[in-house]
């Protein structure tokens, strides 16, 4: 499907989308050694649901995590049956908003391994490890703001409606994150800029930059691409501010500048490259690059100058929410960001 799911969730605040256990352990695999002696925040993952949570605890002695948090927030359209919990109420515990700790996970049951049944013994005999909340569980909730502070690495699926106020949390409170959004969000006005300024970036991704998400929605897939109960979304990407080898490799350059291969903007001085891999290796002036770019961008090797925004795409800007527009020959071309090569 195209984007439009994703984009009718931002605007309805539709926010029920579950992220993969595989592609968890796809991307989690390239950051391992930021998480020894850490502690983990999940605040948007309710157990019953989350495979964030459950990728943590079934890795917890692996990665080496001095704790686990998560954060349940107060009701779920999603039934879940991984982790089956209890609480002392009579109520359905998927209503409750709650919160769990976990400082050690070891082989509760005796049965040789470690597994997610030796966290559900632990929960459900240790008291300490799952409590109710106060409140509804949001994450800009008092008690979710003091477990943030006490956390070392914010790793989740937020909420696609609230992106650009979960990243200012995280950045007004000096947090390390991994975090699922859209693309579009790299043109928003909260989150240029901090690509600008190099402190945020994109992590690995999803293979060919869209994914299926277990949701209560309705899919308009292709049949050959539909999974039952699930929902496929294009453009999704992992947002983060912890270094990965990907950041540091260096693109490599092969195109040659020529003004007839790569005319300038009718608008504004630079030129246009209409693919990543064909920025030539020779052009020291500015250059307006597709958003994808950022999936190869080295700042070592590349400056961000800013990107071309608005309707009328005449002036050099941090990001809004609109559609930019650059022209060539009075056509217009979608978002540009505008780089230099740092290296000429």
């Known amino acids: 499907m195209a984007n439009k799911t994703l984009s009718d969730a931002m ?13 968890i352990e796809n991307e ?22 989350s495979n964030f949570f459950k990728y ?28 089956m919990l209890h609480f002392d109420s009579e109520e359905e515990p998927k209503k409750i908003a709650h919160k769990i700790e976990i400082s050690e996970v070891k082989d509760e049951n005796g049965d040789g391994v ?23 569980g949001d994450f800009r909730s008092t008690e979710c703001v003091a477990l943030l502070k006490e956390a070392d690495i914010v790793v989740t699926n937020p909420p696609f409606s609230l992106f650009r106020e979960y990243v200012a949390q995280l950045m007004e409170y000096g947090k390390k994150f991994l975090i699922i959004g859209h693309q579009n969000a790299i043109t928003y006005k909260e989150i240029f800029p901090l690509i600008k300024e190099n402190r945020l970036w994109l992590g690995y991704g999803f293979k060919g930059g869209a994914t299926h998400f277990h949701s209560v929605y309705e899919d308009t897939a292709s049949a050959g691409d539909h999974r039952e109960g699930m929902i496929r979304v294009s453009g999704v990407h992992w947002f983060t501010n912890l270094e990965t080898r990907k950041r540091n490799e260096e693109l490599i350059l092969y195109k040659t500048y ?14 246009n490259v209409n693919k990543t891999n064909e ?14 770019f950022l999936d190869k ?8 100058l800013g990107l071309m925004s608005g309707a009328k795409g005449d ?30």
């Open 11 to 23: 605007r309805n605040k539709k926010d029920e989308f579950y992220t993969q256990l595989s592609d």
């Open 28 to 49: 989690l695999r390239h950051y391992r050694e930021h998480f020894r002696g850490k502690t983990v925040f999940c605040n948007c993952d309710d157990p019953y649901e």
């Open 56 to 83: 943590f605890a079934l890795n917890f002695n692996v990665l080496g995590l001095k704790k686990l948090i998560a954060t349940c927030y107060d009701g779920s359209p999603v039934q879940g049956n991984e982790l």
């Open 114 to 136: 470690v597994n997610l049944a030796d966290v559900q013994y632990l929960l459900q005999n240790d008291k300490n490890a799952l409590t109710l909340l106060k409140g509804n």
């Open 258 to 271: 020529n003004p007839e291969d790569y005319q300038k903007y009718d608008n504004y001085d630079a030129i």
């Open 279 to 292: 920025i030539p290796y020779n052009y020291d002036g500015i250059m307006g690059v597709p958003i994808t």
């Open 297 to 304: 961008y080295n700042p070592k090797q590349f400056e961000i």
């Open 315 to 344: 002036e050099l800007t941090n990001g809004d929410d609109g559609r930019a527009k650059f022209y060539v020959n009075g056509k217009g071309v979608y978002a540009r960001l505008l780089i230099r090569n740092k290296e000429l």
